[in-house]
């Protein structure tokens, strides 16, 4: 079967007979034929070689014969179109899945390489807890904490002091726990490289050990010197911290820290300066006694 388009032409004569005119192809087609060239040429061969009716017999046989083969060859192009479609429908899916798994792979080796760097988070958080609780308890030590034992920091980070948590100790005993916690894990972070601002505020460290504010303990208060306290500071403030900022509001600093003050704050308002906010009073405002 043949698929011809051809031009067709116009004339624009109005006393033409013939106002248009479609193009012809060589050796392919002919005005008014219903069939190609080449078909005509077959089939005059036939009747010169044949004659009239063997010619004519054999002619209509093959015109029988010929709509089943272009049918079927109609049919074979019909499924190769099809296998080619699939087949490059295939392979697209198959090249897409190939970049999706190489993507992939190579999240998996990035992956693979932090895990390597990391190590194994729970050796590594079980090395950190043990080093924060010896620092804990060589900090309790250093203070001179009345009858110390078992101190020790649980997986759960919870302070622990001769087998109980911090939570039942005395007043003045929770005050130097959680100031030996806290130093522990600042330390460890500092020291260790570990993600941390390296900055840390301590407001009233004395608090319930004999100044300012809060209840007297007296056990803990005869027994620790806050000296001791300062002194740890300073020493390894100058050594393993000393690219840390520690910040201490302290109401009664002993003279071992004089040198290291840096502002005063009266707590009277009569001689600046008062405290922390500067325009902080206990008197009522003028407006507010109106």
Same mark, same amino acid.
């Given at each position: 079967?043949? +698929?011809?388009?051809?031009?067709?032409?116009?004339? $624009?004569? *109005?006393?033409?007979?013939?106002?248009?005119?479609?193009?012809?192809?060589?050796?392919?087609?002919?005005?008014?034929?219903?069939?190609?060239?080449?078909?005509?040429?077959?089939?005059? *061969?036939?009747?010169?070689?044949?004659?009239?009716?063997?010619?004519?017999?054999?002619?209509?046989?093959?015109?029988? *014969?010929?709509?089943?083969?272009?049918?079927?060859?109609?049919?074979?192009?019909?499924?190769?179109?099809?296998?080619?479609?699939?087949?490059?429908? %295939?392979?697209?899916?198959?090249?897409?899945?190939?970049?999706?798994?190489?993507?992939?792979? /190579?999240?998996?080796?990035?992956?693979?390489?932090?895990?390597?760097?990391?190590?194994? /988070?729970?050796?590594?958080?079980?090395?950190?807890?043990?080093?924060?609780?010896?620092?804990?308890?060589?900090?309790?030590?250093?203070?001179?904490?009345?009858?110390?034992?078992?101190?020790?920091?649980?997986?759960?980070?919870?302070?622990?002091?001769?087998?109980?948590?911090?939570? !039942?100790? =005395? +007043? #003045?005993?929770?005050?130097?726990?959680?100031?030996?916690?806290?130093?522990?894990?600042?330390?460890?972070?500092?020291?260790?490289?570990?993600?941390?601002?390296?900055?840390?505020?301590?407001?009233?460290?004395?608090?319930?050990?004999?100044?300012?504010?809060?209840?007297?303990?007296?056990?803990?208060?005869?027994?620790?010197?806050?000296?001791?306290?300062?002194?740890?500071? =300073?020493?390894?403030?100058?050594?393993? #911290?000393?690219? *840390?900022?520690?910040?201490?509001?302290?109401?009664?600093?002993? %003279?071992?820290? !004089?040198? =290291?003050?840096?502002?005063?704050?009266?707590?009277?308002?009569?001689?600046?300066?008062?405290?922390?906010?500067?325009?902080?009073? +206990?008197? $009522?405002? !003028?407006? /507010?006694?109106?």
């Amino acid at each position: 079967m043949v +698929s011809l388009r051809v031009r067709r032409f116009f004339c $624009e004569r *109005a006393s033409c007979p013939r106002r248009t005119f479609a193009e012809q192809v060589p050796d392919l087609s002919e005005r008014y034929r219903r069939r190609s060239v080449g078909l005509r040429r077959w089939m005059q *061969a036939i009747a010169t070689l044949l004659g009239g009716r063997p010619g004519e017999r054999l002619c209509r046989t093959l015109d029988h *014969a010929a709509p089943a083969a272009l049918h079927r060859r109609r049919e074979q192009v019909l499924r190769l179109i099809d296998q080619a479609e699939g087949t490059a429908r %295939l392979q697209e899916g198959l090249a897409k899945r190939a970049a999706a798994v190489e993507r992939h792979e /190579a999240q998996i080796a990035r992956l693979k390489e932090e895990l390597e760097q990391l190590g194994d /988070a729970t050796y590594d958080r079980d090395r950190i807890i043990a080093q924060v609780s010896n620092r804990y308890g060589g900090l309790l030590r250093e203070w001179r904490y009345p009858r110390l034992s078992q101190p020790f920091i649980k997986p759960d980070l919870t302070p622990f002091v001769r087998g109980e948590p911090y939570q !039942e100790a =005395s +007043s #003045g005993a929770r005050t130097l726990l959680t100031l030996a916690w806290q130093l522990a894990v600042f330390e460890i972070a500092v020291e260790t490289g570990t993600a941390h601002p390296g900055f840390l505020m301590i407001d009233s460290p004395q608090k319930n050990l004999g100044h300012g504010v809060g209840t007297l303990d007296a056990v803990i208060a005869d027994a620790v010197a806050i000296d001791d306290f300062y002194h740890h500071l =300073s020493v390894w403030l100058a050594d393993r #911290g000393a690219k *840390a900022q520690l910040i201490i509001v302290d109401n009664s600093p002993p %003279l071992l820290a !004089e040198g =290291s003050v840096v502002v005063r704050y009266s707590r009277n308002e009569d001689q600046p300066l008062y405290g922390l906010i500067e325009d902080e009073t +206990s008197a $009522e405002p !003028e407006e /507010a006694r109106q």
